[in-house]
């Protein structure tokens, strides 16, 4: 069966803390996504992570990808309140067009 | 930049109405899709089309159809509106073609509420 697993569900950390979001997929991938999701709006793609080491990052954000071990991350730096979303992680299989998402995990940066 | 609208942001209908939602894309995009988001479930996937006039059932197509006559219009459509229909309707779009890190675009969502 096709799964996607994050953990937190749910994340409350302080401003200028460091963590991690993890990203555990059941089967071989060929792709990983990270999307963001603010209160009431739309996702928003943030990383796609195509293989293998794969290590991509914007800001405060980092992403890397060990296939190996079915597991992505996503790391957060001396986090800010303007990075409290909502931060989902999706893959896919060559030969399907079907993306499978994880249930999300709610991140609250508080001041 | 990519763009994928829908048609209405907030919408409300009677059960037992036949509702439709539309998604338009303005990049070309070969694949379109249907999911709905209801909290602690995620995104699920309803229909997703990868050509006009094609399409294939998600995890959850009970209850809904869609129709993709051109290239950039993903219909979806709710033959008698229920309450458990009552979600947040996101479309997405992406390239279909091998070899592109066909990462999806998403619209801002259709809250609908049935009554």
């Known amino acids: 069966e096709l799964k996607v697993e994050q953990n937190p569900l749910f994340l409350s950390m302080q401003e200028g803390k460091n963590y991690t979001i993890y990203c555990n997929y059941s089967t071989t991938s060929d792709r990983l996504y990270w999307y963001r999701q603010d209160p009431g709006k739309s996702l928003e793609s943030l990383f796609v992570l195509l293989s293998n080491g794969a290590v991509k990052q914007e800001g405060r954000l980092m992403a890397s990808l060990d296939t190996k071990a079915r597991l992505s991350t996503l790391h957060i730096t001396a986090a800010v309140h303007d990075l409290s979303a909502t931060y989902f992680c999706a893959r896919t299989t060559s030969g399907t067009y079907k993306y499978i998402f994880g249930t999300g995990t709610r991140l609250k940066v508080l001041a | 930049d990519v763009k994928v609208t829908q048609s209405s942001r907030y919408l409300v209908k009677r059960t037992g109405e036949k509702v439709f939602l539309e998604c338009v894309q303005d990049?070309?995009?070969?694949?379109m899709f249907w999911y709905r988001q209801d909290p602690g479930l995620g995104l699920r996937l309803i229909y997703f089309s990868y050509d006009v006039k094609m399409k294939e059932k998600g995890d959850i197509p009970e209850g809904y159809s869609v129709s993709r006559e051109k290239k950039e219009r993903f219909s979806l459509i709710l033959e008698s509106a229920s309450t458990n229909q009552t979600s947040m309707y996101l479309c997405a779009s992406s390239f279909g073609r091998q070899g592109f890190y066909n990462e999806q675009f998403f619209g801002p969502g259709t809250r609908l509420t049935v009554l």
């Open positions: 990049m070309d995009h070969e694949n």
